[in-house]
Nanobody
Framework: QVQLVESGGGLVQAGASLRLSCVSSGRTFNNYAMGWFRQAPGKERQFVAAVHWNVFSTEYSDSVKGRFTVSRDNAKSTVYLQMNNLKPEDTAVYYC?????????????????WGQGTQVTVSS
């Protein structure tokens, strides 16, 4: 049984930093993409960032580019999302995403594995 377990969310003020972690079990994702999506109340789940199979290839949504950094440690079966200079509009539930392909897409409908989500709240 595949499990993705996120941690690291919380309540912070604008300008602060948080690091989210996602530990996978039940399947190795070493040769597959991993990513992060987020969902604010009343909105659709949106792509945030992805790190592809070769750990060096990453991509970001325009809204977080330059502030967030996605990385992975295959030895620990963990993917991270370092979030700096957080803004109130970053407030959402953040979900870890596990793909079955080496190069992930930005479409949530293409993601077969999801974590349970972790809340990030940024106050102004």
């Amino acid at each position: 049984q595949v499990q993705l377990v996120e941690s690291g969310g919380g309540l912070v003020q604008a300008g602060a930093s948080l690091r989210l972690s996602c530990v996978s079990s039940g399947r190795t994702f070493n040769n597959y993409a991993m990513g992060w999506f987020r969902q604010a109340p009343g909105k659709e789940r949106q792509f945030v960032a992805a790190v592809h199979w070769n750990v060096f290839s990453t991509e970001y949504s325009d809204s977080v580019k330059g502030r967030f950094t996605v990385s992975r440690d295959n030895a620990k079966s963990t993917v991270y999302l370092q979030m700096n200079n957080l803004k109130p509009e970053d407030t959402a539930v953040y979900y870890c995403a596990g793909y079955r392909v080496s190069w992930g897409t930005r479409n949530a409908a293409d993601v077969p594995y999801w974590g349970q989500g972790t809340q990030v709240t940024v106050s102004s």
